[in-house]
Structure formats: structure tokens, C-alpha cells
């Protein structure tokens, strides 16, 4: 086995049908992110928070910006799943481009390869994400815990494994 000593953070970029606005409005309600991510409350406001359950696990999250429709930028203070998100921030840049459609940029500031769970959390931001565009431009969405959630599974896994 060899060491990594890539040090990028996790990135993805999706592209919606559907207006800026409507990607910044699924990203802060709680509503919202129950449909495409996992079960959540509180509030998407700037200087709020949000508290999502894995499996009965809290990772709550502070709103650092909720500027819409171009930003919205998270801190993990807590995450009882996968410690290793602990203290790490989100962002979401969203714009508009020049054919109608709204790009947005995602970056998971401290998700890199050297951590634990990198695998199976860049292979859950994926299907998240997909979750997110299906959500805003289809009213559809695969959160955490649906039918078809392959993260899930894993993260059951990996939660067996630590425990043993």
C-alpha cells in the first residue's frame, strides 16, 4: 500500500436547468435537504444551524453565508458519524451561465484522501449531489436512508467495522 500525499479537497461541479435561486433555496431549507440529502431541521439563514441524522446520528453544521442566490458556505461542528468531518467547511458557489442554466461549484474544504472516510464520503457526495440536481430541476431526490442509497449501506458498514 502506498501513502497519498494529495492534499485536495473534495470538489464536484453540477449544472441544473433550473434558476440560481432554486438551487440556493434547496441548500437552505431544512425541507429541502431532507429530500435530497438526510432527514434535517433547523434554519439555512446565515449565522444558523442545521442539525441532519445518519442513522440516528447528529451532524449539525453552522450556516457561515447564505447569500443568495450565489453562496452558501457550511462549518461541521459536530458529526458523530464520521468524525473526521468535524471542524471541515462546505461550500456552495452558484451562478448562472450563459446558456440559461445555473452551475454550481462544490468544494468540502478538509475532505481530502488522507482522511479515514474519503472513499466512501466522496462516493456519497456523488450520489448527493446527482440527489440535489434530481431534486431542484425533477421535484425528485435520493436522500439518505431511500431505496436506492448505496451510502448508506456503506456507512452501516463502516459504523460495524469501527465498533468491532
Known amino acids: ?93 452558484i451562478a448562472s451561465a450563459a446558456d440559461g442554466s445555473t452551475v454550481l461549484q462544490f468544494t468540502h474544504h478538509g475532505l481530502t484522501p488522507q482522511l479515514e472516510c474519503f472513499s466512501m464520503c466522496s462516493a456519497g457526495w456523488t450520489q448527493y449531489l446527482a440527489s440535489l440536481v434530481d431534486y431542484v430541476d425533477r421535484d425528485g431526490g435520493n436522500a439518505f436512508g431511500s431505496a436506492a442509497d448505496e451510502p448508506a449501506a456503506a456507512l452501516r458498514e463502516h459504523q460495524a467495522d469501527a465498533a468491532s
Open 1 to 93: 500500500m502506498t501513502a497519498t500525499t494529495d492534499t485536495a479537497d473534495y470538489q464536484s461541479t453540477k449544472t441544473f436547468e433550473s434558476a440560481p435561486g432554486a438551487v440556493f433555496d434547496a441548500l437552505t431549507s431544512a425541507g429541502a435537504i431532507t429530500t435530497w440529502w438526510a432527514p434535517a431541521t433547523g434554519s439555512g439563514a446565515a449565522g444558523g444551524e442545521i442539525t441532519i441524522m445518519f442513522g440516528g446520528q447528529e451532524v449539525r453544521i453552522r450556516v457561515d453565508a447564505a447569500d443568495r442566490p450565489a453562496r452558501v458556505r457550511w462549518t461541521v461542528l459536530v458529526s458523530v458519524p464520521l468524525p473526521d468531518w468535524a471542524g471541515t467547511t462546505i461550500t456552495f458557489d
